[in-house]
């Protein structure tokens, strides 16, 4: 097959059907790759073809991407048959040209999301990510969407198998910060101009906590609006699973985002990572989804990837899961362990160092597949390029930002709570806001050819088109 579509001399190798114009623009294509691993071509507007909405490129996020790719272990690092290579990265290019193509994405199946999942060479997935990319530069124009987190309590009521605040934790301080100290942080956030700010804690669901929350959205609205943001700063939650009742009455204080991760779509997987009781139920969280879409909030989800036991068809059911779920924005990220929880702890006795910094690169690069499978899918959602993929690489939100995410959520907690907020290892250790923050941060979205957007809330246009019909 493949020496059909390559034949030795492909220079001179001439189509001749018309019905194979789109399988010689895969050909040019994979060619250049091969040929020049740095750049990408440029589809030139005279070729008539379907990748030529889909596929501009741009030099200086090329380059970033193409740089760090190539540095990356890789599991077929060894292979140096450019034939091999050629093949695999024509199956990755047909999946994703010749995909049918829908108002809001592309549509893929099951097989093909695991194909793209299983990329074992840097040139697979600089194909796979400068796709993407180009979606979210054209959907973006070229745009960064920031929101600052507030992680203003790390007291929880729940005890999930993985995660560093779990109420079964002894060894943290736990706090939750006052209104003047959460109203020092909005202030920040609204100099800066991000737009948009995250409040984030354990769950809690006592009546107490829900009324000092409602009080202190509506504080926040009240501080924040003026001529440039008529309805105040964007307010978006993320406080797990709340009834029907606390979530209406949060929209009304003012409300308009909510986050809440499904964690993995598959129920088996779901209830392996967190306790089986009432508690942790799968169905209350589907519930709760459901619920903010009738409330009309801009819902989110996500998974973690790389979690023990999950597979690719898991991730692929993940992503179909968003799909299906019609989602507006994507927080997901890495597994890390942490420490002080049943899942890092064991893993944390059962493996070496060195395993476990494998485990994470293998997780991080999926995480990147499954940002830019979802932007090939979803084009016009909110994909939020996590900071725990900077614990684990030092460019990790910026290679994500050139690979279909869009959003950075600098975190603003301040630093003398951000050691009680460890989810997982290394994270307070995240340096975000400081004096010359700004300067810091347009530094690093410029390396991926981007610029920061400020002063709006910048909703995913595939709300507001949503809102519109
Ligand atoms: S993941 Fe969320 S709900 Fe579960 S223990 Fe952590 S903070 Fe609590």
Same mark, same amino acid.
């Given at each position: 097959m493949l020496s059909k579509i390559f034949p030795k001399n492909a220079k001179s190798f001439k189509l001749k059907q018309i019905n194979q114009k789109s399988m010689k623009i895969t050909k040019n294509l994979i060619t250049t790759i091969i040929q020049k691993p740095k750049r990408l071509p440029i589809i030139k507007p005279t070729h008539q073809n379907r990748t030529k909405r889909h596929f501009k490129t741009n030099q200086k996020t090329d380059d970033f991407l193409t740089e760090n790719l190539k540095k990356m272990e890789y599991k077929n690092k060894e292979e140096n048959d450019p034939k091999k290579i050629q093949k695999r990265v024509e199956e990755v290019t047909k999946?994703?040209?010749? !995909?049918?193509?829908?108002?809001t994405g592309t549509k893929l199946k099951e097989n093909e999301i695991i194909r793209l999942l299983e990329n074992q060479t840097w040139q697979e997935d600089e194909y796979l990510f400068k796709f993407a990319d180009s979606i979210a530069r054209r959907v973006f124009d070229n745009k960064v969407y920031f929101r600052g987190i507030i992680e203003f309590? #790390?007291?929880?009521?729940? #005890?999930?198998?993985?995660?560093?605040?779990?109420?079964?934790?002894?060894?943290l301080k736990r706090f939750t910060m006052t209104r003047e100290e959460i109203l020092e942080c909005v202030d920040k956030i609204h100099k800066l101009n991000f737009g948009c700010l995250l409040l984030q804690s354990g769950e809690l669901t006592a009546t107490n906590r829900m009324d000092y929350l409602v009080d202190l959205i509506k504080e926040?609205?009240?501080?924040?609006? #003026?001529?440039?943001?008529?309805?105040?700063?964007?307010?978006?939650? !993320?406080?797990?699973? *709340? =009834?029907? =009742?606390?979530?209406?009455? *949060?929209?009304?204080?003012?409300?308009?985002?909510?986050?809440?991760?499904?964690? !993995? !779509?598959?129920?088996?997987?779901?209830?392996?990572?967190?306790p089986k009781n009432i508690n942790h139920s799968f169905d209350t969280r589907l519930q709760c989804l459901q619920d903010l879409r009738k409330l009309s909030y801009q819902v989110g989800t996500g998974v973690m990837i790389g979690i023990p036991?999950?597979?690719?068809?898991?991730?692929? #059911?993940?992503v179909l899961f968003f799909k299906e779920m019609d989602i507006d924005m994507l927080g997901m990220g890495p597994y890390i362990p942490a420490k002080n929880t049943p899942m890092g702890d064991k893993i944390f006795q059962s493996k070496t160092h060195s395993e476990i910094q494998k485990d994470l690169l293998r997780s991080f690069q999926l995480t990147l597949r499954m940002y830019a499978i979802s932007r090939v899918m979803m084009n016009e959602i909110n994909i939020a390029s996590t900071t725990a993929l900077h614990a684990i690489h030092p460019f990790g939100r910026e290679i994500a930002l050139s690979s279909g995410a869009n959003v950075m959520m600098p975190i603003v907690t301040p630093q003398n709570f951000r050691e009680e907020y460890d989810l997982y290892d290394g994270k307070s250790k995240i340096d975000e806001i400081r004096d010359n923050y700004l300067i810091a941060s347009e530094k690093r979205v410029q390396r991926s050819g981007k610029s920061i957007k400020y002063g709006a809330w910048n909703n995913p246009p595939h709300f507001d088109k949503r809102q519109k019909n």
């Open positions: 999946i994703l040209i010749e !995909s049918p193509k829908t108002e309590s #790390n007291i929880c009521q729940k #005890n999930c198998f993985y995660c560093g605040i779990r109420k079964g934790n002894p060894y926040i609205k009240k501080m924040t609006t #003026n001529e440039q943001y008529p309805q105040g700063i964007g307010v978006v939650l !993320s406080l797990g699973e *709340l =009834s029907y =009742s606390d979530l209406k009455r *949060l929209k009304e204080a003012g409300a308009m985002r909510y986050l809440l991760r499904i964690e !993995s !779509s598959n129920r088996e997987l779901y209830e392996k990572i967190h036991d999950q597979t690719l068809k898991d991730l692929a #059911n993940d």
